[in-house]
């Protein structure tokens, strides 16, 4: 898929971040992420984002990261799989090439690892990595790794294959001077932690998807709540932020990492084989896993 094909997939549709999950051995598990994928096929969204921040890639080797991808081409043949990307320059460019040999779409470019750095050096890093592989590249503004829009101006100008920008700090202001300053050069996708709760705002700045972590236990629900939004139904979208986001929320909150822990134990819920979350990530207790139950009775 070219990097214009996919920029102009993932500006059409809802996104999704599929969980990673593992054994008792604490090994990737190729037969639970196949069966988990094949069960959302059913779904239609505009990509998958493996590998992501829901799906733990920040507890992934490498190796485990192509293993993710080539198992998500088997299962979903005909759908846009993207992967996450990151750490330092040269492992993320190394990562990238991988990604692409095993079959993927596009990287969404996660932060670099652990340190901050100047907008000079941010641009140096996802020039380095656009410039090592042909796929499409979203930039992800989050963390220690946020571009300006001067920024991400001058790497759109200078990089073909960068298609898109995703925000994860909530800086409406810069978002939208992203937004108006790129216009149609980029596919814009909300990416906050349960961005549903933030959509409705970010639609004011320009961005008109996101990435949705329920889907992966409720894809119903979830493609229920965008068209919802796409329409601008904000009283339907209202509705479902106090009966079913606003809860969800709530069990979000209790701890920290608890974002990527509630999405897996509402896959578990559904049935299927994920295993706990890695450390440094805590699972749900049974407490927690009760609520969660009653929180998804009459939600699919």
Sequence with gaps: MSPTELKDII??????????????????????????????????????????????????????????????KEAQPNAPILAGCGY?????????????????????LLPHYLIGAPQDGIEAHIRAVCNATNMGVIVYNRGSSVCSAATLKRLADDCPNLV??????????????????????????????????FAQAFRGAGVHTYSSAVFN???????????????????????????FYYPFAKIRDRKTGYAVSAIKAGVKLRGFDTGPVRTPLTSLTDEEMEIMKGLMDGYS
Excluded at 91 to 108: N, R
Excluded at 182 to 195: A, C, K, N, Q
């Design 11 to 72: 500006r059409s549709g809802l996104l999704s971040f599929p969980v990673t999950p593992f054994d008792e051995n604490d090994e990737f598990n190729p037969s639970a992420f196949r069966a988990h994928l094949e069960w959302l096929s059913a779904h239609p969204v505009a990509g998958l984002i493996v590998a992501g921040g829901t799906g733990e890639m920040f507890s992934l080797t490498p190796s485990e990261i192509v293993d993710v991808v080539k198992t998500a």
């Design 88 to 108: 330092g320059t040269k492992l993320a460019c190394e990562l990238a090439q991988s990604i692409e040999a095993a079959g993927g779409d596009g990287i969404l």
């Design 164 to 197: 898109g920008f995703k925000d994860g700090t909530g800086d409406i202001d810069t978002v939208k001077r992203i937004t108006v300053g790129l216009g149609d050069r980029l596919s814009y996708i909300g990416g906050m932690p349960t961005h549903e709760l």
């Design 217 to 243: 236990f409720v894809p119903e629900t979830a493609l229920k709540f965008h068209a919802a939004f796409q329409a601008n139904d904000d009283a339907t979208c209202e509705q479902m932020l106090r009966d």
